[in-house]
Nanobody, 116 residues
Framework: QVQLVESGGGLVQPGGSLRLSCAAS????????MGWYRQAPGKQRELAAT???????NYAESVQGRFTISRDNAKNTVYLQMNSLKPEDTAVYSC??????????WGQGTQVTVSS
């Protein structure tokens, strides 16, 4: 059974930081491309950041320079370090595991709220 379990969300003030974690089980993690996506209330889900199985990263323009995605294959975990958070970063952040066009899995998400 495949599971992606996110953690690390919460309430933070503008300018603050959070680190999200996504622990994967039931997949051969090191072969999967991993990503963090987010969905704000009333909006469509959008990409925040991705990291390939080889370690190449990609970021949405809105988070470039503030967010950093990383992975630890020994722990089957992908991280999203979020700095200089803004109210517009408020969303449910979900973890995605993608293998070619064959497998695609999602976590249930973790709420991030940026507010004073």
């Amino acid at each position: 059974q495949v599971q992606l379990v996110e953690s690390g969300g919460g309430l933070v003030q503008p300018g603050g930081s959070l680190r999200l974690s996504c622990a994967a089980s039931g997949i051969n993690f090191r072969f999967y491309d991993m990503g963090w996506y987010r969905q704000a209330p009333g909006k469509q889900r959008e990409l925040a950041a991705t990291i390939t199985s080889g370690g190449s990263t990609n970021y949405a323009e809105s988070v470039q320079g503030r967010f950093t995605i990383s992975r630890d294959n020994a722990k089957n975990t992908v991280y999203l370090q979020m700095n200089s958070l803004k109210p517009e970063d408020t969303a449910v952040y979900s973890c995605n595991a993608h293998f070619q066009e064959i497998r695609d899995y999602w976590g249930q998400g973790t709420q991030v709220t940026v507010s004073s």
